[in-house]
């Protein structure tokens, strides 16, 4: 049995990172908390969400189990509540019930084999830096209308996010001592897709901080938090492939 | 003409007689040439004839050109001259003779003209958008030019000579049309879209373009044809491509391929968010390739945001690009687009850019063979291609682009 409750805002939080990637998502629903993993179907960008049980006020789940949603009913069911909502969720057969106030809707959930399980890349880097996501978003809207490829460079002493064209360039430079931390052990520069990361930082609350890691031609991992909670947060991490330029 | 480009083994004409293109070619240069000489050959200066009806627009001596009603000189429903939807199924020889049978009358303009336009280019501009052909009578100053329009971008046309009297039997004005001459609020733009969303064909959207019936009344221009042909192309398929970077992406790889007239059109449609190229191979005596031993490729694309510059390729980018949007928008999906063109030796006359837009609607007509990755897409495509499939990946923007993702860090 599945019966939880969750504050609209950690919904919409989950619902709208997803969203950036794909429209049908499939959740495990385990024991300590939910976990997702959803690649976009060119499979450049994978979003990996978890949820914590502490973050719900109510969680009773029995066992591990997958079901699989579509996003855009998820999406129409937030909207008829109000921020400071929370809602009842339980799983009836194949269907999954949404209690919100004096309203019950229930959709029904779709084939766990019609939604492929993403293969997760195993990545890691030891360089990062740590920044406010509003000052990562400014670089990416000053290159918006330049490329639709964006340079991001990790030196010891900045971090910088460039696009050219052969009209125009921008760049932003971040010093050390505007980042929250940073560890570069020798520069690397990795070129992404634009229009993926335009749309993760537009899912990530203003006041968030990010941690940015990569490698020279290597996939790119942002963590971030989602939604409320004190002591305990959704944790997400966003995987970007790089644009391979020759 | 024919006999100074092609060199056709005389014994072959004798047993073929213009039915078996045993010269290889997808047209017979004997019927055509025949046919051009009887143009050529048209007596005198004075032409009856039901005009489909057809206009042409001249670029020459810009902004002061000619603009040319045309009409073959006889009588009938023509119509199928100007039906670009009849065009492929015609074969090339009729279409490229009933093209260029259409005698072009000329009268000189200011392209500003289309302002307020005078009696005399008025009735142009109404004739030319009369939804069935118009009986017209012409009088030429002298007899007809041997100067015919065989042009990549414009479509095939007959001569021209300056007109002295024309007299135009009952017309009919098409009523989308008459609604968008008569709004003098309506931007070009959104008249082009109006009218395709109301189901009217390129080759009639351009026409109108191009003899200056829409726009905002101010800022109205006569237009060349071959600008006004590209120009509604490149208008009416942004207004696709936003709408459909709206949709969900594909998630497999759909390979389309068309083999014709010794053209092979090759569609790949890719998952990801929108992204276009279009790419021709011109193999050794083709029409744009007379003078090298090897294929040529010429190759221009656009990323998620479009392109900034017109592409070196012309006006055939966009007449593909039309296409793959309109297949994408019928799905209502999104992804990427590969379009590539392999012209063999034996297509070696322009028809126009037409003949690429309805060859990609005519591609994406049949079933696709899907496939789950790129590489078996590929291999897929080579077992049609003459140009090794490597080449043309390397060649390609969207190949790298669509190999740039996570599967290579699994």
Known sequence: ?246 | MARQLIKIPPELCIKCRGSKMLCGLTYCPVNITNKIKKVYSFPGNNISGSSPPSLFVGKYGYPKIGVYPALPPFKGDTSYMEDETKWLSMGINDFIEARLSLLRGKINVNINDAKNPDYKLQEIQLTSLSEKPVDIEMITEKSFNKNIIIDENSTPMGPSSSIKNIKYDNYKIDNRIEKVYYDNDLKADNAMINLYKNGMSINNISKALSIGSMGIKNNRKIVPTRWSITAADKNISDNIVDKIKDFSSIDEYYVYIRNINKNLFIGILAPGNWMFEWGEAWFPGTTWNYFSNDYQIELDYENYYGRKTYPDIGGCYYSSRLGVTEKFNEMKKSGKAILWREIYNGFNIPLGVWYVRDNIRELFKAKPEKFDNIDNALKYVSKFTKININEWAKKSYNIKNIKSNLDVFL
């Open chain 1, 1 to 246: 049995m599945i019966r939880m409750n969750i504050s609209i805002k950690n919904l919409k939080d989950i619902v709208d990172m997803l969203g950036t990637v794909v429209t049908e998502a499939k959740f495990k629903i385990g024991i300590n908390g939910i976990s997702v993993n959803a690649v976009d179907p060119a499979h450049v960008a994978m979003v990996s969400l978890e949820v914590p049980k502490s973050i719900l006020s109510e969680y009773d789940v029995d066992s591990e189990e997958e079901i699989s949603l579509d996003l855009e009913k998820v999406k129409s069911i937030i909207k008829l509540s109000s921020s400071n909502d929370s809602l009842t969720i339980t799983k009836d057969k194949d269907k999954l019930k949404f209690e919100i106030g004096t309203i019950i809707k229930s959709i029904s959930l779709l084939d766990n084999d019609q939604i492929t399980t993403p293969r997760v890349p195993q990545v890691a880097s030891d360089d990062y830096a740590v920044m406010p996501k509003s000052e990562f978003e400014k670089g990416l809207r000053a290159a918006e209308d330049v490329s639709d490829a964006i340079r991001l460079t990790l030196t010891a002493d900045n971090f910088s996010a460039k696009s050219t064209s052969d009209a125009d360039e921008s760049e932003m430079i971040l010093p050390k001592d505007l980042l929250k931390e940073l560890v570069c052990n020798g520069a690397i520069k990795s070129s992404y897709p634009l229009e993926y990361l335009l749309k993760l930082v537009k899912s990530i609350s203003s006041n968030e901080d990010i941690k940015i890691s990569f490698k020279s031609d290597y996939p790119l991992n942002i963590e971030f938090s989602l939604g409320s909670g004190t002591s305990e947060r959704i944790k997400g991490r966003f995987l970007l492939a790089p644009r391979m330029e020759s």
